[in-house]
């Protein structure tokens, strides 16, 4: 391994290491998933399916060998005994830097089906990135505001409608679906701009984590509630991988979804009211636990 490296000669081996790793097999995903709209049979779309998620699985595995290469991480893992491969699964998740999606890819590469994210319609246009992303059928949404539905009120549903739609390839293979409750990187700033009652977290969003379920509710199975926490300083990108990334803690716990969860968060007020209490609940748990392992492990 080569931990002994300075650390800018470190942080810049391992970019390019990850940018050639992205650029070659991108562009071969990307190829690739255009034989689904030339041969648009089923079976095939499945096969190719299949061979598309191994390819972006290959990826995350050379990206986690490129840390292991240049990062000495101590890995706290809680919880991943719990995990099934062949499960349709809710990620929900704090949120502090960009390292924490390749902490979970790292952590959930072959444990569980590939983290799948909902993206802006506009992050299609992100080079060579977005169209590996809609290669992986990644569902693209796109949400109207409640002023423009006011002016066009036709469009009411809709973004659901099509969000649905894009999860319907989702049926025949497992996935897991990745939200970061909060909606943004959690720093003191944000927390003090938002006066809210969490030590360590920004307030949940819950429409954004009911919309999937009101999407996807009657495909998952489980929600995986994650909690990462960095003991010490929450590294940069650049920091975790020129190797100054020292510990990383991700604790798993594995909530059933019941028919409880599952409503129209949009317009059933009783309902709104209840999974917003819930996941708010959920937050509050998760304060807690934070403020446990940052005191324990400090």
């Known amino acids: 391994m080569l931990h002994f490296l300075p650390t800018p000669v470190k942080g810049i081996l391992s970019l390019l290491l990850y940018a050639l790793n992205t650029v070659l097999l991108a562009s071969t ?46 890995w706290d893992i809680r919880g991943l005994e719990n995990l099934e491969k062949k499960e349709w699964y809710l990620v929900l998740s704090n949120h502090q830097s960009w390292v924490d999606i390749l902490a979970l890819q790292t952590v959930f590469n072959k444990k569980i089906p590939m983290l799948k994210f909902f993206l802006k319609e506009e992050l299609i246009w992100v080079p060579i990135l977005g169209l590996a992303w809609w290669a992986l059928d990644f569902p693209f949404m796109k949400r109207y505001s409640k002023a423009h539905l006011e002016k066009y009120p036709h469009l009411k549903g809709k973004d659901l409608e099509r969000t649905k739609k894009a999860c319907e390839k989702f049926r025949h293979l497992p996935v897991s679906i990745i939200n970061f409750v909060e909606g943004t990187r959690f720093t003191p700033n944000k927390k003090k701009a938002q006066n809210n009652t969490f030590k360590h ?5 819950a429409g954004g984590v009911a919309f999937v ?70 937050w509050e748990k998760k304060d807690r636990k934070i403020e446990f392992l940052k005191t324990t492990e400090t």
């Open 201 to 205: 977290l920004l307030k949940p969003k």
């Open 29 to 74: 995903l990307i190829l690739l998933a255009l034989f689904k709209f030339i041969i648009p049979v089923r079976g095939f779309v499945v096969f190719l399916d299949r061979i598309l998620i191994a390819i972006a699985t290959l990826w995350i595995s050379i990206n986690s060998f490129n840390s292991r290469l240049f990062c000495k991480i101590t």
């Open 213 to 282: 379920l009101g999407s996807m509710g009657d495909c998952l199975h489980k929600i995986i509630d994650v909690t990462i926490v960095y003991p010490g300083k929450t590294p940069s990108f650049w920091e975790y991988i020129s190797g100054q990334a020292k510990k990383i803690i991700v604790d798993f716990e594995v909530i059933p979804i019941n028919h409880e969860l599952s409503g129209d968060y949009f317009n059933d007020p009783e309902y709104k009211t209840f999974f917003f209490e819930w996941i708010n609940r959920l």
